[in-house]
């Protein structure tokens, strides 16, 4: 797994950690916050997972 892909899985994952704290203490207005953070980053790690994995496909193609 690509270094960047690792990063944006554990702001992920700390990201919801986040937004269940803050719903747990009452504060949605901040834990949706977290959520869509959460969400930007679960993209990122799927795209920076899908990229390494087509550049390792492409060297060994070639």
């Known amino acids: ?3 960047l892909a ?3 899985l554990v702001v992920c994952v700390l990201a919801v ?3 269940v ?3 747990v203490q009452g504060s949605v207005l901040i ?3 977290w959520v869509l ?3 930007l980053s679960s993209n990122m790690c799927w ?3 899908k990229r390494g994995r ?3 496909r492409a060297s060994a193609a070639s």
């Open 37 to 39: 953070l959460s969400g």
């Open 6 to 8: 690792l990063y944006a």
């Open 47 to 49: 795209y920076y997972a």
């Open 1 to 3: 797994m690509p270094r």
């Open 17 to 19: 950690a986040a937004a």
């Open 31 to 33: 834990g949706v916050v």
């Open 21 to 23: 704290v803050s719903f």
């Open 54 to 56: 087509d550049a390792r």
